[in-house]
């Protein structure tokens, strides 16, 4: 009951709008979240088919947690709701005592399956700028329904593909190359992708601006020759890649992005005069030598640190005027390596902080002991000449993260520091977040909002004339 009564409530603040506001709300949601809110009225669902008819984007999930969110119903005895309206109640009530969980997995990909092709079906535009599936948990013998999908959208002549995929379903991105001509903007995850593949969707996607390849195993060589559009280009988890090339006649590139693989890295040719900007992922077998002459060009660099291995020698970062470091609560920079390590950006002018989680920052919320917390007014020398502004991205008022800036702040003296605000969205996404609890969402304004504020003042202890910001 509690799913059904906050459908209603949603139904009672969309009242007040005209279907065309409606309609627009829909077009921006993923398309299960739309298809959610079209169950709770006649009206709601007579804007989502007309809607779904002209929609530029389609989004599906076919996720994992629909099926912790069906096998929940069997213990709570919810009565769930979806586009259909078969009566999954008695379903679940006639297999709650001897259903397994991988059961459960079946019947709710089943479900969302019949879901992705019937609204497929809703859908009568000629063209559709943007196609998301994300079926990490789809199997191989549900490969069909993804050519099916595939072939839709190349039909509708999308601009935008994001296919996020097991790599077991071991599908074939040959078609992907040949077929999507349109392409401004491609990320696949997954797929079974050759240096043949590479060649021709480059080939015949000369308008391709963004590519992101993940989790794919078949190669160890990587060339990219002729890509005349190409600006941003994200490399990851592709677990043999040795060796990359990249050069271009037209050469528009300005970022990359790396992550980690089974292996480093071992060579990297990259021509691209206009690069400035380059992400690294940091993890534990990461070797920073095939990176040297990049790192003599950019001007902009992201440090994803996913091990503390490869913390304790930096080389140096002779242009780079903003550094960004992207932590977790089990890898950072050890406080104590904070000044030589700045040192190698002899130009750095802003420094970005950002940690990432899986539980919820609710649960590490350090609002009293931020209060308890005494800080003293201290008198620092610059360990980096230049450095100007410091900002802590996404804040979430957890400890680690005020534990690192109030640290960084013994070592370094700045004109500006920024606190910007976790998003609320981000903050109350159950997609997100591992052990999400209700109560979060009444949360926000005092553990999130609240700690900003606190550590503004603590700040202000510290450095009396710095000007701290805290932004939403």
Same mark, same amino acid.
């Given at each position: 009951?509690?799913?059904?009564?906050?459908?209603?409530?949603?139904?009672?603040?969309?009242?007040?709008?005209?279907?065309?506001?409606?309609?627009?709300?829909?077009?921006?949601?993923?398309?299960?979240?739309?298809?959610?809110?079209?169950? @709770?009225?006649?009206?709601?669902?007579?804007?989502?088919?007309?809607?779904?008819?002209?929609?530029?984007?389609?989004?599906?999930?076919?996720?994992?947690?629909?099926?912790?969110?069906?096998?929940?119903?069997?213990?709570?005895?919810?009565?769930?709701?979806?586009?259909?309206?078969?009566?999954?109640?008695?379903?679940?009530?006639?297999?709650?005592?001897?259903?397994?969980?991988?059961?459960?997995?079946?019947?709710?990909?089943?479900k969302i399956i019949n879901e992705v092709n019937g609204v497929l079906e809703l859908h009568k535009a000629p063209t559709l700028d943007e196609f998301s599936l994300f079926g990490d948990r789809l199997i191989r013998k549900q490969r069909h329904h993804i050519n099916t999908w595939v072939h839709f959208a190349a039909k509708k002549h999308v601009k935008k593909l994001t296919l996020h995929l097991n790599t077991a379903i071991r599908y074939d991105a040959t078609f992907i190359a040949d077929k999507f001509h349109c392409l401004r903007d491609l990320y696949i995850k997954g797929l079974y992708v050759t240096q043949n593949v590479i060649r021709s969707l480059f080939s015949n996607c000369p308008f391709l601006e963004r590519f992101s390849l993940l989790h794919s195993y078949k190669f160890d060589k990587l060339k990219i020759i002729s890509a005349p559009n190409l600006k941003y280009?994200?490399?990851?988890?592709?677990?043999?890649?040795?060796?990359?090339?990249?050069?271009?006649?037209?050469?528009?590139?300005?970022?990359?992005?790396?992550?980690?693989?089974?292996?480093?890295?071992?060579?990297?040719?990259?021509?691209?005069?206009?690069?400035?900007?380059?992400?690294?992922?940091?993890?534990?077998?990461?070797?920073?030598?095939?990176?040297?002459?990049?790192?003599?060009?950019?001007?902009?660099?992201?440090?994803?640190?996913?091990?503390?291995?490869?913390?304790?020698?930096?080389?140096?970062?002779?242009?780079?005027?903003?550094?960004?470091?992207?932590?977790?609560?089990?890898?950072?920079?050890?406080?104590?390596?904070?000044?030589?390590?700045?040192?190698?950006?002899?130009?750095?002018?802003?420094?970005?902080?950002?940690?990432?989680?899986?539980?919820?920052?609710?649960?590490?919320?350090?609002?009293?002991?931020?209060?308890?917390?005494? @800080?003293?007014?201290?008198?620092?020398?610059?360990?980096?000449?230049?450095?100007? @502004?410091?900002?802590?991205?996404?804040?979430?008022?957890?400890?680690?993260?005020?534990?690192?800036?109030?640290?960084?702040?013994?070592?370094?003296?700045?004109?500006?520091?920024?606190?910007?605000?976790?998003?609320?969205?981000?903050?109350?996404?159950?997609?997100?977040?591992?052990?999400?609890?209700?109560?979060?969402?009444?949360?926000?304004?005092?553990?999130?909002?609240?700690?900003?504020?606190?550590?503004?003042?603590?700040?202000?202890?510290?450095?009396?004339?710095?000007?701290?910001? @805290?932004?939403?």
């Amino acid at each position: 009951m509690m799913i059904m009564s906050k459908l209603a409530d949603e139904e009672d603040d969309l009242s007040k709008f005209p279907d065309e506001i409606v309609a627009s709300i829909m077009c921006w949601l993923d398309t299960e979240e739309a298809a959610r809110m079209s169950v @709770v009225s006649k009206r709601l669902r007579k804007i989502w088919k007309s809607t779904i008819q002209n929609t530029p984007r389609l989004a599906f999930n076919v996720d994992y947690k629909f099926a912790k969110k069906l096998s929940a119903a069997h213990n709570d005895r919810l009565t769930l709701k979806f586009e259909n309206d078969d009566d999954d109640s008695d379903l679940i009530r006639r297999y709650s005592s001897i259903i397994n969980e991988m059961k459960v997995r079946d019947l709710m990909r089943d479900k969302i399956i019949n879901e992705v092709n019937g609204v497929l079906e809703l859908h009568k535009a000629p063209t559709l700028d943007e196609f998301s599936l994300f079926g990490d948990r789809l199997i191989r013998k549900q490969r069909h329904h993804i050519n099916t999908w595939v072939h839709f959208a190349a039909k509708k002549h999308v601009k935008k593909l994001t296919l996020h995929l097991n790599t077991a379903i071991r599908y074939d991105a040959t078609f992907i190359a040949d077929k999507f001509h349109c392409l401004r903007d491609l990320y696949i995850k997954g797929l079974y992708v050759t240096q043949n593949v590479i060649r021709s969707l480059f080939s015949n996607c000369p308008f391709l601006e963004r590519f992101s390849l993940l989790h794919s195993y078949k190669f160890d060589k990587l060339k990219i020759i002729s890509a005349p559009n190409l600006k941003y280009l994200h490399l990851s988890d592709n677990w043999n890649l040795r060796q990359f090339k990249f050069s271009s006649a037209k050469n528009v590139l300005d970022t990359i992005e790396i992550g980690g693989g089974q292996y480093p890295l071992l060579t990297i040719d990259v021509s691209a005069p206009n690069l400035s900007h380059l992400n690294l992922a940091i993890h534990h077998c990461f070797k920073f030598d095939p990176y040297l002459t990049l790192l003599n060009q950019i001007k902009r660099l992201a440090l994803r640190i996913g091990s503390d291995r490869s913390l304790l020698q930096f080389p140096q970062f002779s242009k780079v005027d903003h550094l960004e470091l992207i932590l977790s609560s089990s890898y950072q920079i050890p406080i104590h390596l904070l000044p030589d390590f700045l040192k190698t950006a002899p130009l750095l002018n802003t420094l970005s902080i950002k940690f990432c989680r899986l539980r919820h920052p609710a649960k590490d919320n350090c609002l009293k002991w931020l209060g308890k917390h005494i @800080v003293e007014k201290v008198e620092v020398n610059h360990s980096c000449q230049y450095i100007k @502004v410091v900002k802590l991205d996404d804040f979430a008022g957890c400890q680690d993260e005020i534990e690192f800036l109030l640290n960084l702040l013994y070592t370094v003296s700045v004109e500006k520091i920024i606190i910007q605000l976790m998003p609320f969205t981000v903050w109350r996404n159950r997609k997100t977040w591992w052990c999400y609890e209700d109560e979060f969402d009444n949360l926000y304004e005092e553990f999130c909002q609240g700690s900003g504020q606190l550590l503004k003042m603590k700040i202000l202890q510290m450095h009396p004339n710095a000007d701290v910001t @805290v932004k939403l």
